[in-house]
């Protein structure tokens, strides 16, 4: 919560660009949304991600706690062991169970399907853990706010941690070329930033600069048609990075949404939450961006993640729920 906190404070400094590139505009109340209360007040949901389980998974940042919501939408909490943990990412692991990071005890933990909790503590101090990705090395590769670095985590819970150009940074996943990818910002003036980058299992670097400056990427995932796409906090943007590192990027209709996750929808587009404008967006391959309205007034939508019911999954930061969102009308 702090990090998250810290780059929205950041955004307010920095200017917005217009962007170049065309999207079709609407804001939309056709699509079926629902909404469920977390039972903890406060408890600043975070990061979310399908389990193995059939249920969605999430984390509770100002709860200190791992949540677990069904498709029919009940919702149980598991604490963690440690007060303010500020869990964020998750993600499923290759062993049946969830790992998350843990930004204040710089720890990653995972939790099993019946709620046992283990903790594993980073060697470099305050670099604050922030996403999490499986990789296709069956571990778990997360980012850092702090530290220049990019961490690995065996499922036996050795980490090991590979150096990367910017200070910070954010958002990680899995791409189809066998690397992973994430993106890093120059937020508070780090330099260099506004990057995406790739890392190979055997780590090796390479970045590419995002073309619109001041555009602090956040959140990252591999498309349906084999690039890489991202979200452009402070650009109010959609980026799309080829694996051979041509960037484009795609304007979001509503000015000043500050577009935090981005997932891939079974309609074949990407989803994305607009956390400042309490929507959720849709882009498809060819840049085309649609809009709906959450229920909740400032909501504050945080992380998204398809579900297994054919629908895209996302946690309301301030709201204090999880919603749905149906894929179609």
């Avoid at 109340?29 to 059939?54: H, L, M, N, R, W």
């Avoid at 998974?57 to 149980?76: C, D, H, L, Y």
């Amino acid at each position: 919560m702090r990090r998250f906190a810290q780059l929205v404070a950041a955004s307010a400094l920095l200017l917005v660009i217009a962007s170049s590139a065309s999207s079709r505009s609407g804001t939309l109340t056709g699509q079926k949304i629902a909404e469920f209360s977390i039972p903890t007040v406060k408890s600043y949901p975070a990061g979310i991600t399908a389990g193995p389980d059939g249920a969605l998974w999430f984390t509770e940042s100002g709860g200190n706690k791992i949540g677990r919501v069904t498709t029919a939408g009940a919702v149980t909490e598991f604490a963690l062991p440690n007060a303010k943990s500020d869990p964020e990412g998750i993600t499923a692991g290759p062993d049946g169970a969830l790992w998350f990071t843990e930004g204040d005890a710089n720890k990653i933990g995972r939790i099993t399907l019946d709620g046992q909790v283990s903790e594993y503590p980073l060697q470099s101090p305050q670099s604050q853990p922030s996403e999490i990705t499986a990789g296709p090395d069956k571990a778990m590769w997360f980012t850092q706010f702090q530290g220049h670095q990019i961490g690995r985590i065996t499922t036996a819970g050795r980490i090991t941690e590979v150096a990367i150009p910017s200070n910070t940074s954010l958002g990680i996943t899995a791409g189809p070329d066998g690397a992973l990818w994430f993106t890093e910002t120059q937020i508070f003036g780090a330099s260099p930033g506004d990057d995406v980058g790739q890392l190979t299992t055997g780590g090796s670097v390479t970045t590419f600069v995002v073309p619109t400056a001041n555009s602090s990427p956040l959140g990252i995932i591999a498309g349906p048609d084999g690039a890489l796409w991202f979200t452009e906090h402070n650009a109010n943007k959609i980026g799309r990075v080829t694996t051979r590192g041509s960037v484009t990027d795609f304007a979001i209709p509503t000015p000043a949404t500050h577009p935090h996750a981005i997932a891939k929808g079974q309609d074949g587009a990407l989803w994305f939450t607009e956390y400042d404008a309490s929507q959720i967006g849709r882009i498809t391959t060819a840049g085309a961006v649609t809009e709906f309205k959450v229920p909740t007034q400032n909501g504050a939508p945080s992380g998204i993640a398809s579900g297994p019911d054919g629908a895209l999954w996302f946690t309301e930061h301030n709201g204090n729920k999880i919603g749905r969102i149906s894929t179609e009308e």
